[in-house]
C-alpha cells in the first residue's frame, strides 16, 4: 500500500474508471521519449540556483516530462518541481526522476537515465527507466513481469555476498565482504542492473540520501523480475512524500540481501 497517497478531491471510489496499465505505460514511454527529444537540443550543465546540485538541463527535462503529463490529468512528483495532485479521481501519480544522474551527464560520465513510475492506491503500478547515454529501456507493469529493450528479464540466481558484484551508493567505512563493487552514480541503473544481472545487488552507504524519484521506477523493474528492493532499516519503500528519504537495498536473491542489509546496519 502507498502511505501518504493523494487526495481523492471528496470523490467516491466508485467513480474512477478502471486504469489500463498498458496507456499508463505508453504515456511514461512518451515522457521518456521527451525528455530525450529536449536534452537533444538543451545542453546546458550551469546550476539553476533553486535548490544544491540542480542543473537548467535537469528542469528543461522536468518541464518536459509535465508537457506530456500534465494534459493527461496525471499527478506528477518530481524530483526537480515536487508534487502535483492529479487532476481526475483515479488517475495515479506519477514519480519522476526526469535526470537521475545529472553530474555524470554534467560531467560527459556516460550513466544517467530519466526513471518514471506510476504509482496508485495499490502501490507501483507502471515504470519506465530509459539509459540515455545507450538508449537501454526497462519497463514494467505491475504482476505483468519486466522488460528490458522489450525481451523479459528474471532473475533466478545469486551469488554468495564474497562473489557478487555490488554497486554502491557512498562510501562504506570498510569493505563489506563483497566480490566486487561499482559506484557508478545513478540509483536507477544500478537498480536495473539488479533486475537484468549485470550486478549482483546494490547498498546505500549514505545517510538517508535517496528520494523516492531516485529508485521508484527501478523498484518496480526490479520486484517484476524477481528481486527485491528494501529500505535497510525497514521502511515502507512506496511514499509520496516529497520529503521522505530511504536507504535503499537490493539482491539478487534474499540470502544476498539479507546480507547485505546486515552489512548495512552494522556501520
Known amino acids: 500500500m502507498v502511505q501518504n497517497s493523494p487526495p481523492d ?3 467516491s471510489d466508485d467513480e ?8 499508463v505505460l505508453s504515456a511514461l514511454h512518451d515522457a521518456a521519449d521527451a525528455v530525450v527529444a529536449v536534452l537533444a537540443e538543451h545542453d546546458d550543465w550551469g546550476l539553476s540556483g533553486r535548490r544544491d546540485g ?8 522536468d518541464e518536459a516530462v509535465h508537457g506530456l503529463l500534465d494534459p493527461l490529468g496525471y499527478g506528477v512528483l518530481s524530483e526537480e518541481s515536487g508534487l502535483r495532485d ?3 479521481v ?5 514519480v519522476v526522476d526526469p535526470l537521475d544522474g545529472s553530474t555524470n551527464a554534467s560531467r560527459g560520465l556516460p550513466w544517467f537515465a530519466t526513471s518514471l513510475c506510476a504509482v496508485d492506491s495499490a502501490g507501483p503500478l507502471a515504470a519506465v527507466v530509459l539509459d540515455l547515454v545507450s538508449g537501454m ?3 514494467a507493469i505491475r504482476g505483468w513481469g519486466a522488460r528490458r529493450d522489450g525481451e523479459p528479464i528474471r532473475r533466478t540466481t545469486a551469488p554468495p555476498l564474497d562473489e557478487a558484484i555490488i554497486g554502491l551508493s557512498g562510501l562504506p567505512p570498510r569493505h563489506l565482504g563483497w566480490g566486487q563493487f561499482r559506484a557508478m552514480g545513478a540509483a536507477a541503473l544500478d537498480l536495473c542492473a539488479v533486475a537484468d544481472g549485470r550486478l549482483d545487488g546494490y547498498l546505500d552507504c549514505s545517510v538517508d540520501a535517496h528520494g523516492v524519484w531516485d ?3 527501478a523498484l518496480l ?9 528494501v529500505d535497510a532499516h525497514g521502511r515502507d519503500m512506496c511514499v509520496l512524500d516529497s520529503s521522505a528519504r530511504r536507504t535503499p537495498v537490493a539482491g539478487a536473491g534474499p540470502v544476498l540481501t539479507e546480507a547485505l542489509i546486515k552489512a548495512r546496519r552494522d556501520f
Do not use: F, K
Not at 221 to 229: L, Y
Open 54 to 61: 540542480q542543473y537548467a538541463s535537469d528542469m528543461a527535462a
Open 221 to 229: 523493474v526490479c520486484s517484476e523480475s524477481g528481486v527485491e528492493v
Open 9 to 11: 478531491h471528496n470523490a
Open 215 to 217: 529508485y521508484m521506477g
Open 137 to 139: 529501456r526497462y519497463d
Open 86 to 88: 492529479p487532476d481526475l
Open 90 to 94: 483515479g488517475m495515479p501519480v506519477i
Open 16 to 23: 474512477a474508471e478502471p486504469l489500463d496499465p498498458t496507456m
